[in-house]
Nanobody, 114 residues
Framework: QVHLVESGGGLVQPGGSLRLSCAASGFTFGTHAMAWYRQAPGKHHEFVAWISEAGSGTTYGASVRGRFTISRDNAQNTLFLQMDNLQPADTAVYYC???????RGQGTQVTVSS
């Protein structure tokens, strides 16, 4: 059974950093492109970042480009999102998602506030 479990969210001040993790199980992680999405209250799902199967290719949403970094460790079946210079507009629930079928985890809350 496929499982994606996000962790690492929390409360951080503007300008701060967080590192999200997504532990994958139940499928061959290294053969799937993965992505991070987020959803703020009252807003649509927003694309954050994408990474290729081997991690050699990445793409970012315009609002996070230059501040966020997606990476993966296929030996540990884990996806990461390093988030720097966080701003209040980054407040949302963050989800890791398998690109092939949009399967996603339960999400982790990130709140940026002073």
């Amino acid at each position: 059974q496929v499982h994606l479990v996000e962790s690492g969210g929390g409360l951080v001040q503007p300008g701060g950093s967080l590192r999200l993790s997504c532990a994958a199980s139940g499928f061959t992680f290294g053969t799937h492109a993965m992505a991070w999405y987020r959803q703020a209250p009252g807003k649509h799902h927003e694309f954050v970042a994408w990474i290729s199967e081997a991690g050699s290719g990445t793409t970012y949403g315009a609002s996070v480009r230059g501040r966020f970094t997606i990476s993966r460790d296929n030996a540990q079946n884990t996806l990461f999102l390093q988030m720097d210079n966080l701003q209040p507009a980054d407040t949302a629930v963050y989800y890791c998602q398998r690109v092939k079928d949009n399967y996603r985890g339960q999400g982790t809350q990130v709140t940026v506030s002073s």
